[in-house]
């Protein structure tokens, strides 16, 4: 293998590792311009970078000292930092006029007139060198052995951040995953859903999946935001699901709860529950609600029913039986249940239902009722968003 095949192959490795943190081309993020702000006080020069080296460019993520109306990207033939994923350890150019690699730079001729640099490489989880933590300044200096270390730590700070984004993005794409598909089969009624967590990941699902001669479906809510929300809504929704088989929502819930409650309880967090299971042929709904309380049924008559809750949350410390109730989803009605993110897209208060109800009412479709609030949530959702609309076929 000749030095140029394998210089091609270890750059394609490179670029491929850049590309999977989905973070060339995003908009600023306070985490990392905290970073480069302290870098330019810590080490008193005039500008500091986090950048990246992308194809043919460098890309700054963050700066300080930059003025804002600067350019965020440069060729990358004439970036220090394109050297410095190539040096071992912390690259530094005392004095860019005296060092032959970069006297004829059109960054030390012309603007900003650089004379100091110094780097340090930024590693994927893979150990592929994809940018730099670096800083300029435009007289010459020397950097001592406890600078040169101090920024290769901060450097590792960098890291993790950036690897922390890769991690957040694929616990999102696993969420995605756990998400239901369409149900396979449910003549007479339309279901649809959907969930847009305020972060990466969340605290909000739905779920449904077939049971006996209709589906069971379900809308939780966990306490907070983000990774330790989101394993906690995995575990209930694979709990619920592992109780399927058993007769009655009630039950359900019952063995739900006791597996849960103790962890719950050791997480300090409690989760909100509608659960409920569709007769297709009766149109019955059998449900449970532990401290959800934001579930409508738009009945064809014109008339609204807010089904009741009878317990606290899972996690609560309720020890009262589970009570299971029904309601009739006739034809040309619709079933719709929310998470109190939905209640902040209005007034964030109850009456937000009455804005629901509106909505639902006025939608063609399942899909569209659920499209109609996604669509809203994505202009100002500050909290978790989730949905789930079931629709009986027939006269509205």
Not at 46 to 60: G, K, P, T, V, Y
Not at 148 to 160: E, H, P, S, T
């Amino acid at each position: 293998m000749t030095a140029s095949t394998i210089f091609q192959h270890t750059e394609l490795t490179r670029q491929r590792a850049l590309d999977d943190l989905h973070i060339l081309d995003t908009a600023p993020e306070e985490r990392f311009d905290r970073i480069t702000r302290l870098v330019k006080e810590l080490f008193h020069v005039q500008i500091a970078i986090i950048s990246l080296i992308d194809h043919d460019r460098q890309w700054n993520k963050s700066s300080a000292g930059i003025e804002p109306d600067q350019p965020l990207e440069y060729p990358r033939s004439s970036a220090f930092c394109d050297s410095t994923i190539d040096a071992c350890g912390t690259l530094i150019v005392p004095d860019a006029r005296l060092d032959p690699r970069f006297r004829d730079n059109i960054y030390v001729t012309g603007e900003p007139g650089i004379r100091f640099y110094a780097g340090h490489a930024l590693e994927a989880h893979g150990g592929e060198r994809i940018g730099a933590l670096c800083v300029f300044d435009t007289v010459p200096r020397e950097f001592s052995a406890l600078e040169q270390n101090l920024l290769r730590d901060l450097a590792f700070w960098v890291q993790n951040e950036l690897n922390a984004s890769q991690e957040l993005d694929q616990a999102a794409a696993v969420q995605r995953g756990l998400l239901p598909k369409k149900l396979v089969s449910l003549p007479g009624f339309e279901v649809a859903g959907a969930c847009s967590p305020a972060r990466a990941v969340g605290g909000d699902f739905y779920d449904w999946y077939p049971v006996g001669e209709g589906a069971a479906f379900t809308l939780a809510d966990v306490m907070g935001k983000g990774v330790g929300a989101a394993i906690i809504a995995a575990t209930v929704r694979a709990v619920l699901r592992a109780g399927s088989r058993l007769d009655g929502v009630a039950e359900v819930a019952r063995i739900a709860a006791a597996t849960l409650d103790p962890d719950l309880d050791e997480a300090g967090s409690f989760v909100t529950l509608f659960h409920a299971r569709l007769d297709m042929d009766t149109g019955v709904v059998s449900y449970v609600d532990a401290g959800h309380g934001l579930t409508l049924v738009v009945h064809a008559d014109g008339t609204t029913e807010r089904l009741t809750s009878l317990r606290l949350p899972l996690g609560a410390g309720d020890d009262s039986p589970w009570q299971e109730q029904t309601v009739v989803l006739a034809p040309g009605s619709t079933l719709v249940s929310v998470s109190d993110g939905v209640l902040d897209l209005f007034d964030g208060t109850l009456a937000s239902l009455d804005a629901v109800d509106r909505l639902v009412r006025g939608a063609p479709t399942a899909q569209h009722a659920v499209d109609s609030l996604m669509l809203r949530a994505g202009l100002s959702a500050p909290d978790d968003v989730t949905v789930i609309v079931i629709r009986r076929a027939g006269e509205r």
